[in-house]
């Protein structure tokens, strides 16, 4: 092998691992990663979207519940595949209500000089253990509660935009 050779080499190896240094940045790093809230913090807030990003969110859990409970009963590949998929489905919407609750509600809208702390507090925690449980179960009375915890906080912050 030639020197030319060697040198074209090892710069294409240097370049292939830049391309796959700045692949795992782009994909670590996505800002549709960015679930919450950017905690710059920024100033810019839109608390019904994020409320209605939960009541979303609930929603896919209720639905993902029902298909659990309608393909566990069956026991061929395609249904045990859709299975999982439901389950991973209800469990990542869990997490994001949790995420949003967690690290934009609480992390930066409620403020412990805000008149009624300890109970929003309360209100935004008795979601959290909610999409918990509705995480460890498919039923429909777990997405009840979850659904009315999250109802709960949309007086916290009525069309509250900026």
């Not at 859990?61 to 209800?90: C, F, G």
């Amino acid at each position: 092998m030639t020197k030319l050779s060697q040198t074209k080499n090892s710069s294409i190896s240097l370049v292939l691992r830049q391309l796959a240094l700045l692949l795992l940045v782009l994909l670590v790093f996505n800002p549709s990663h960015a679930f919450a809230h950017c905690q710059i913090p920024c100033g810019i807030f839109d608390d019904a979207a994020r409320i209605s990003g939960l009541i979303e969110d609930t929603s896919t859990i209720e639905k993902a519940s029902l298909k659990i409970r309608e393909l566990s009963k069956k026991q061929d590949p395609l249904s045990q595949n859709q299975l999982v998929r439901w389950v991973m489905t209800k469990e990542s919407h869990a997490e994001g209500i949790i995420k949003t609750v967690s690290e934009y509600f609480l992390a930066q809208r409620v403020k412990k000089d805000q008149k009624n702390y300890p109970t929003a507090l309360v209100d935004h925690h008795a979601v959290i253990v909610a999409a918990m449980k509705a995480k460890q179960s498919t039923e429909q009375n777990s997405v009840k509660v979850l659904l009315n915890a999250i109802k709960k906080l949309e007086a916290y912050y009525p069309g509250h935009k900026h």
